[in-house]
């Protein structure tokens, strides 16, 4: 995948063109309100880029997971309703992504006009990336811009099938996550650093794999870091940890070791005897983790060896919190970490990308979100570029 190769619609003369964009519109909805806009305050100017050149913007999503064709649960009206607001322009809806109904909205917009088109889902041959579908989506459109990074892990009719229908160009969003994480791990400013935390190993072995390769540092947070802690002989008591991991935890230090990378492990951790809010807990150093405790946050002494680490880096990658932040007082550990990082970013010392779900409510939580050079909103295809996978949405932009 030559990412060279990604061509954008600047340049472009789209007056009158209808220009389908595949966004992601899938974001937090209760009771039919959206209660976290981030997603579509990012689409923002690339839409109204588009709009401004006297495109007809075709907004196409999916929203869900819906399981036998429309549910009105699923339905992106109340979505369009809130891009519309935030957009300050009108925006027209389709009770269908395909069909008459969509073709007699498309056909109504006016040049500079917005169409947002019901859920790719409930139809099926979205997710089989059926051709069929993929050439009535197709029909309703003269280009296609692919700018929904956090949905180009899935070779989908709307990501890869009308790839084969448009010419088909890279969205400003698609480019910025793609850039972003290109600038931390293809040819990054250097030394270079990558948090990564989370629950369990198991689930990050191709990332820790792919890291090793390419950072200096690698700081391991979370319940995976009980696993290694574990692997090396140290008792973590009852703390969450993988036992069956532990020979692959083994086999990723080795394989840093020949890498030349340093695999930093806590030193201090925050333990208690039960997980809850305003648990009784202490801190204690990983040797002497009680047999009854578990270990829910790493220690200020980690925090401050960690940090220190940071004020020698010139790039960090993070993926992850390093404890269960979402319980007071867990968090306070990644969030000391994220503030020295932001703070570091802020005087232009970091360039600092970040990424996944967990890690952006992280972030949000200690208050440094805009402080970060980069903080991607995708999940699963963030975790997948990091594990050095091609991506179908994008290899497809690349064609």
């Keep these: 995948m030559n990412l060279d190769k990604l061509k954008t619609t600047d340049g472009i003369d789209v007056k009158g063109k209808r220009v389908i964009v595949r966004a992601d519109l899938n974001v937090p909805v209760r009771d039919g309100k959206v209660t976290d806009a981030t997603r579509l305050e990012r689409l923002l100017p690339g839409l109204n880029a588009l709009a401004d050149r006297g495109a007809k913007v075709i907004v196409i999503s999916h929203f869900g997971r819906p399981k036998n064709g429309p549910e009105a649960e699923f339905s992106l009206r109340p979505i369009a309703e809130t891009l519309q607001r935030l957009l300050g322009r009108t925006v027209a809806f389709s009770g269908d992504c395909i069909g008459a109904q969509a073709a007699d909205t498309v056909a109504k917009l006016s040049d500079g006009g917005v169409a947002v088109l019901e859920n790719l889902r409930f139809h099926k041959g979205e997710e089989k990336n059926d051709p069929a579908f993929a050439g009535e989506l197709a029909k309703l459109g003269d280009i296609f811009v692919g700018d929904a990074f956090s949905c180009a892990h899935r070779a989908h009719a709307s990501t890869e099938g009308l790839t084969h229908f448009l010419p ?18 293809e040819n990054p400013k250097r030394p270079t650093a990558a948090v990564v935390g989370g629950a369990k190993v198991s689930t990050k072995i191709p990332v820790l794999t792919n890291l090793v390769a ?4 690698l700081i391991i947070g979370g319940g995976m870091a009980n696993t290694f802690l574990q692997a090396m002989g140290i008792a973590v008591g009852k703390s969450l940890a993988e036992p069956d991991f532990h020979s692959t935890a083994r086999d990723i230090m080795t394989e840093a070791k020949q ?9 201090d951790a925050v333990v208690a005897t039960e997980f809850k809010e305003g648990a009784v807990h202490k801190v204690v150093t990983v040797s002497n983790v009680p047999a009854d405790a578990m270990i829910l946050d790493v220690g200020p002494q980690s925090v401050a060896r960690t940090s220190a680490l940071l004020e020698h880096t010139r790039t960090l990658l993070w993926n992850g919190p390093l404890g269960a932040f979402e319980i007071a007082p867990f968090g306070d550990g990644t969030f000391a970490l994220a503030r020295a990082a932001a703070a570091l970013t802020k005087a232009g010392k970091l360039v600092s990308v970040a990424g996944g779900g967990d890690t952006v409510a992280a972030l949000n939580s200690a208050g440094v979100t805009d402080d970060f050079t980069y903080v991607s909103t995708a999940g699963g295809a963030f975790l997948e570029w990091l594990e050095g996978r091609e991506l179908p949405g994008v290899a497809a932009l690349t064609r």
């Design 168 to 185: 088909s160009y890279a969205g400003p969003l698609l480019m910025e996550e793609i850039n972003a994480l290109r600038t931390a791990l």
């Design 214 to 217: 390419k950072v200096d540092h």
């Design 259 to 267: 890498k030349g990378c340093e695999i930093v492990l806590p030193v």
